[in-house]
């Protein structure tokens, strides 16, 4: 009975995992058809996850790899790092995992952001960088959910989390889609009236038949006289019409 239940426990967690790596896959797969995200994907980090990932064991590079199913790049910025450092010793060994990571330029080295805040700028106007974000900081998470086009990922317990596309996100898609099915259908349109009025004056161009490319001229192309022909022509006289009045 023991063994069956261990048999079954391990069924269940391996059930989960293809579970939640199939979600990832298909979240990573509607960033990069709607908001252009592709491999090596950039994920930002700030102190509060690494302090998560430190409590439950979790190897940011290694399984964040596995569980997005490709190449990753890790980084952070010097906001994050600072604000980690300031909260003490508590923070201490978030910060030392921090710092392994590359550091992303903010734009705030000469003064400091709180990391939220740092982390909204970097992801403003569109996140052309393509970040994925990963935060425990619930108030970040909250705001970064009514932007569209920001993937979001958190620890929970030892398990990490992708989150499915925010309302947001997904409308914006929504939108993009109508617009491209929209501008689609104008420029069938377009290209129909187009080939009509083309049509017009090509109509009546078959109705002609195709003539032929002409060969060369037959005329053209009559040999020459000999020389011998057309001196014998001008040599011979015409003979003089007898005269009646003779006789």
Do not use: W
Request: glycine share 8%.
């Amino acid at each position: 009975a023991v063994v069956s239940t261990q048999s079954t426990g391990k069924q269940i967690n391996l059930s989960m995992k293809v579970k939640r790596l199939k979600h990832s896959k298909r979240v990573l797969a509607f960033y990069e058809q709607n908001y252009g995200f592709r491999k090596p994907y950039n994920i930002l980090v700030d102190g509060t996850f690494t302090l998560a990932a430190l409590k439950g064991q979790v190897d940011i590079l290694v399984q964040v790899a596995k569980y997005l199913g490709g190449d990753i790049q890790v980084a952070t910025t010097h906001c994050s790092l600072r604000e980690c450092y300031q909260l003490g010793p508590t923070l201490s060994g978030a910060h030392k995992i921090l710092k392994k990571f590359k550091r992303h330029k903010c734009g705030h080295e000469n003064s400091a952001l709180a990391a939220g805040d740092c982390i909204r700028a970097m992801v403003g106007d569109g996140n052309k960088e393509h970040y994925l974000v990963a935060t425990q900081d619930k108030d970040l998470i909250q705001e970064l959910r009514e932007q569209a086009g920001i993937p979001l990922m958190y620890i929970s317990g030892c398990t990490l989390f992708l989150e499915s596309p925010s309302y947001q996100s997904r409308g914006d898609a929504e939108e993009k889609l109508k617009n491209q099915d929209l501008l689609s259908e104008f420029e069938k349109e377009t290209i129909k009236q187009l080939k009509a009025e083309r049509g017009e004056g090509e109509d009546k161009k078959l109705n002609r038949k195709r003539k032929r490319p002409k060969g060369p001229n037959p005329l053209s192309c009559k040999k020459k006289k000999s020389d011998s022909t057309e001196t014998k022509k001008k040599k011979k006289k015409k003979t003089p019409k007898p005269d009646n009045d003779a006789e």
